[in-house]
């Protein structure tokens, strides 16, 4: 009797199981849903003037709209959103934006000045706010915020910078989620405990974008549904896009070819050259607005205080081994400090590898037996989806055979820049990713040790070097600006601390259902304009 | 000593650990030589924005301040604010526990549904095929690694053969159940969501026998030498003398005493399980506190490193407890003292 009894209960859990539905009907089916696998672990806030991460500001970018923009796949040029035009005062200080009339948040609010003025407050008074040095480097504080930024009327924002600053790299900045626009009459009625909103603004959205927040789970999902009230634009064919946290590479795969996911994003170089055999699938890629190097400190390694021996260091590397073998293909070579697709990008390569002219540079030095150095190099992976480990080893090799001894300390990232930034590193292996579309987000950290970036942590002080920075920096995109940029490369080529080793390409995995994927490193994926079969 | 007085004398053990424990971890999460203000504001924060947090997280204290801080705020039942997920820890151990409890349940369910019968069958049949194919299995769980088996049966049971659901702990597709208590079988049992309960226990399968796989290694082996041992005594060889049946031989009077080690067995598996499971976590996307630890350790996050410890030591310090309570009840000639 139990024993028929315990058969029963099998065959019904068996049968229940069969007919399981897959879940309620949506209100949106795959067909208007597009799920982005991708590791959204980093998140730390979907605040748009906190976030910092990759996962939350291309989340914030769908939700917020900015007072300008850049075109999707075209970052030299930035085209109205918020503001419908904009004048720039002779000096390149005062910038007067004239809003568009009418355009509503996904609240029903309609955007007026004052939510400008908000948002350039929030900005500025948030606490721990890892974006807020894009707005403050420019001389704006919780001091000074209301004369700088100022409404006269409702549909006129005037900013007047404090000290003078790149016009490009400010209206730059002006796209950049950081200054995502709020809906401050919503936000404000959601403070709590003097948080300006910020713990409320991770649940829920307050923007004008095109989507607005479903949900965040942390290291489970973000979702966003299309906002009903988004009125920049025709509304978007896609109504629901859910980027599940998928942290696993393999795991990402698999999902792909069995269409749980439409767009896979961390694929590694091996599983992309498959993906691109199926013909399920293609492969999008696209420059990084990114680049690998490896720095000389030119105080703490005696050999590198000469010009010589850094260059014959960058003679000494084998780029195109890097990018054939290593990257598989996944990387574009670089040597200059601007990256393709931004303005002033040289696309020349000095230094082929040349272990000879390497050895000779050397001798000439006064070096022509060698020295030992220590390479710092983190225990994770480099860009372009190869690690760390493997590119400092590669180094080592290339290095060994002109004599200069490496010693790779592989160490956590937090360590490798917690000694990096105090300049105490003698070579490290590291990366520079885009803050903002401005070639002045580039020179500054490689070229100006006054900024205590880059070039600063090496021990690089060049006064001529970073004037011209500066210089170059307060230019608008003409060809006076490119030679400026031209003359900085020539002289980092020649003088710098700096082997740029490549340029790393972005890949999606991407399934043929998806037509018009449009992606750019600063935009991310344009939802807009994709459709789905 | 009574149960009472026994449990007592544990309870102030255990308040005098997870205090030493709080002690050691500090000390050593400041040992390390990384900042976790910079592995909170990235590589471009610029220094005086990096010195200013600093300051905001109240990070520039002397040490002893901080810990006294630290313990002043843990009386109060506050356990400080994750500097990576910038919320209260007590929020992120509430959102991230339930999800580990769940999974380490459903794990430890199929570790022993797996492994005592398995361990039984193969000490009766010792030396024959079941007893190899038992071996064999065990072997399996206790030597392969976790990530290895589940991309493996990720890929045969999802990617090619579609018959189990991928990562998550439900379909894109299904509207979560409100939350009550985090599990979200739970959760949609108790409001009758039919639906997403199916899809969770669905979801649950594949990370659960992964998960369960090392214990039911574990608990196959010692129920099958427990077993032997068991039916080699004397009292067996009396039962059977007497005409007992077979079954009742085995089930009735060597089974409980063999299953005393294994009792404790699943006890402290179950405390590790409880700690959480970063690999297992990590390919199934299961939002649980191992990968929160791991999280925490890398970004060099004091207070949340802290309160995951506390959640870890308090819950190995309840697990032992109940492990030997439990022990003592089912062998009548253990005393407390």
């Known amino acids: ?533 | 000593m009574t149960l009472l007085r026994y449990l007592a004398r544990r309870a102030a053990l255990t308040v005098f650990v997870v205090f030493g424990v709080t002690l050691i971890t500090f000390v050593l999460s400041h040992v390390v030589p990384a900042d976790p203000v910079i592995a909170y504001l990235g590589d471009h924060a610029p220094p005086e924005l990096v010195e200013k947090v600093r300051h905001e997280l109240g990070l520039d204290k002397p040490l002893p301040v901080q810990y006294v801080l630290y313990l002043q705020g843990l009386l109060h039942g506050n356990l400080g604010v994750s500097i990576m997920d910038n919320r209260p820890v007590s929020r992120d151990l509430a959102q991230y526990l339930p999800a580990t409890v769940e999974l380490a349940t459903a794990a430890m369910l199929v570790a022993v549904v797996i492994g005592v019968p398995t361990g039984i069958v193969s000490a009766l049949y010792k030396d024959r095929w079941p007893d190899q194919l038992a071996r064999v299995f065990a072997l399996g769980g206790t030597s392969l690694p976790v990530f290895y088996v589940a991309l493996l049966l990720l890929g045969l049971l999802y990617s090619k053969l579609g018959v189990l659901p991928g990562p998550g702990r439900l379909s894109i597709y299904t509207p979560p159940p409100p939350h009550i208590t985090g599990m979200v079988t739970v959760d949609a049992l108790l409001t009758g969501d039919w639906a997403a309960l199916i899809d969770a226990l669905r979801h649950l399968v594949l990370p659960a026998f992964v998960l369960g796989y090392y214990s039911a290694g574990l608990i196959t082996r010692m129920t099958r030498g427990s077993l032997l041992e068991v039916l080699r005594q004397d009292y067996v060889r009396t039962a059977r003398a007497k005409g007992v049946p077979e079954r009742r031989v085995v089930l009735r009077h060597a089974l409980r005493n063999a299953l005393l080690p294994t009792v404790t067995v699943i006890g402290l598996t179950f405390g590790s399980l409880l700690s959480g499971a970063v690999l297992t976590e990590t390919i199934f996307s299961w939002p649980g506190i191992g990968r929160y630890a791991t999280n925490s350790v890398t970004n060099v996050d004091v207070p949340a490193v802290l309160g995951v410890t506390l959640v870890v030591a308090l819950i190995y310090s309840v697990v032992n407890l109940v492990v030997d309570v439990l022990y003592a009840y089912l062998d009548p000639q253990i005393r407390y003292t």
């Open chain 1, 1 to 533: 009797m139990r024993r028929a009894l315990a058969g029963l209960v099998a065959i019904l859990l068996v049968g229940v199981w069969a007919v399981a539905p897959s879940g309620s009907a949506p209100v949106y089916g795959p067909q208007q849903t597009i799920v982005v696998a991708r590791d959204i672990s980093d998140a730390v806030s979907l605040d748009p003037q906190v976030a910092y991460e990759f996962a939350s500001t291309t989340a914030d970018h769908q939700m917020y709209s900015n007072l300008v923009a850049f075109a999707p796949g075209d970052l030299t040029k930035v085209v109205p959103q918020v503001a419908k035009s904009w004048d720039v005062s002779a000096d390149g200080r005062t910038f007067t934006f004239h809003l568009r009339p009418g355009i509503k948040f996904s609240s029903g609010n309609t955007l007026t000045s004052a939510d400008v003025v908000y948002t350039f407050e929030r900005v500025v008074n948030l606490p721990k706010d890892p974006a807020s040095w894009l707005v403050t480097q420019m001389g704006i504080d919780a001091k000074n915020v209301h004369e700088v930024v100022r409404a006269p009327d409702p549909l006129t924002v005037v900013i007047t910078l404090p000290k003078p600053f790149s016009p490009g790299a400010f209206l730059s900045i002006m796209a950049n989620p950081v200054t995502g626009i709020v809906d401050s009459k919503t936000v404000k009625a959601h403070v709590q405990h003097d948080d300006w909103g910020s713990a409320w603004l991770n649940d829920h959205s307050a923007g004008s974008g095109p989507y607005q927040l479903v949900k965040w789970e942390r290291l489970v999902t973000i979702e966003l549904v299309a906002n009903p009230r988004y009125n920049l634009g025709p509304p978007p064919a896609i109504k629901r896009i859910i980027w599940p946290n998928i942290m696993e590479n393999t795991v990402q795969r698999d999902m792909l070819s069995r269409g749980d996911a439409d767009i896979a994003m961390g694929l590694s170089a091996s599983q992309l050259a498959a993906v691109k055999q199926d013909q399920r699938f293609y492969v999008y890629q696209t420059p990084d607005l990114s680049m690998t190097y490896v720095g000389m400190d030119v105080k703490n390694v005696p050999a590198f205080a000469k010009p010589e021996v850094r260059r014959a260091v960058k003679y000494a590397i084998d780029y195109d081994g890097i990018i054939r073998q290593l990257l598989a293909g996944n990387g574009i070579p670089l040597q200059g400090i601007i990256p393709k697709g931004l303005f002033g990008y040289d696309p020349s390569l000095p230094f082929k590898h040349d272990p000879q002219k390497a050895k000779a540079l050397l001798q000439e030095a006064g070096y022509g037996n060698g020295f030992t150095a220590d390479l710092l190099a983190s225990t994770g992976s480099a860009a372009g989806g190869i690690s760390a480990g493997d590119l400092a080893a590669k180094i080592k090799n290339d290095l060994a055979a002109v004599g200069i001894h490496v010693n790779i300390r592989q160490v956590a990232s937090d360590e490798l820049y917690k000694t990096y930034r105090a300049q105490k590193a003698q070579m490290v292996l590291a990366n520079w990713s885009v803050d903002y579309p401005d070639p002045d987000d580039f020179a500054k950290p490689f070229g100006d040790y006054t900024q205590k970036s880059l070039c600063w942590r090496l021990q690089y002080y060049n006064d001529p070097l970073a004037k011209l920075v500066e210089e170059a920096g307060g230019m608008q995109n003409t060809p006076q600006r490119a030679a400026l940029y031209k003359k900085i490369n020539d002289i980092l080529y020649q003088d710098g601390p700096f082997a740029i080793l490549y340029q790393p390409l972005v890949s999606l995995a991407v399934s043929k259902r998806i037509k018009h994927l449009v992606f750019d490193p600063v935009n991310g994926i344009d939802f807009l304009s994709l459709t789905k079969q």
